[in-house]
């Protein structure tokens, strides 16, 4: 099956609330280009160099996320090319990130990247610091903390999956309700679902699902 036929597979699985971000990682220009030319505007990336390469080369109207672990020394490089950073997990990051925006007079919208499955070989914070996470990064008024990422674990067991999902969901409710409480901090993307799980994350209530494999394998 062709790239343009598993998208539309694909565009049919998901709702229309649903913002589809193609993951590029390893991907050519020519089978990025197709799927930019199909109609998919969001195109994600796991490192900072990859995403340099391929940003002048590929032709659209694009909004690239950086979507992998974010050092705090490649911030500079993909400030004034992202349009949403999906991976905040420290506070140390958040405020590179304000540096950096700053200078280029813009509002950097972010992801916190949480770990709810508690794994040591996933990035993110703990669930428990979520909102004191957002106490402290609050006054960085050149980012705008939009939502979440998490990623659930490699397994074939789907209640698992979905245990892990239904609890980042949880947590997106509760800031969302009690947004007020923290300054800015505008929440309305919860980024959960990869090739292998995103069903299951739809069902859960992500509103953005990540895919790589899924389009180009």
């Known amino acids: 099956m062709n790239i343009e036929k598993k998208l539309d597979q694909i565009m049919k699985e998901i709702p229309q609330n649903v913002t589809l971000v193609a993951v590029t990682k390893h991907r050519s220009i020519e089978e990025i280009q197709r799927v930019v030319d199909y109609g998919i505007k969001d195109l994600g990336e796991n490192r900072v160099q990859e995403l340099l390469d391929k940003y002048d080369k590929i032709k659209g109207d694009i909004r690239w996320h950086l979507i992998g672990h974010l050092q705090t020394n490649k911030v500079k490089y993909i400030i004034d090319k992202v349009d949403l950073i999906h991976s905040v997990d420290s506070v140390k990051l958040a405020k590179e990130i304000n540096t950096q925006a700053k200078k280029h007079g813009r509002i950097m919208r972010v992801l916190i990247q949480v770990n709810v499955s508690m794994e040591d070989s996933k990035f993110g914070i703990e669930v428990e610091e979520v909102e004191s996470f957002l106490q402290q990064i609050s006054h960085e008024s050149n980012i705008s903390v939009v939502g979440f990422m998490t990623m ?17 969901h949880e947590i997106y409710d509760k800031i969302k309700d009690n947004q007020d409480a923290f300054k800015n901090v505008n929440i309305e993307t919860l980024s959960m679902g990869m090739t292998n799980d995103y069903p299951i994350a739809i ?6 699902v990540r895919i790589g494999r899924g389009i180009f394998v």
Not at 152 to 168: G, S
Not at 203 to 208: A, D, I, P, T
């Open 203 to 208: 069902e859960e209530g992500s509103n953005l």
């Open 152 to 168: 659930a674990p490699f397994t074939e067991n789907i209640e698992e999956t979905r245990h892990i999902f239904r609890k980042m």
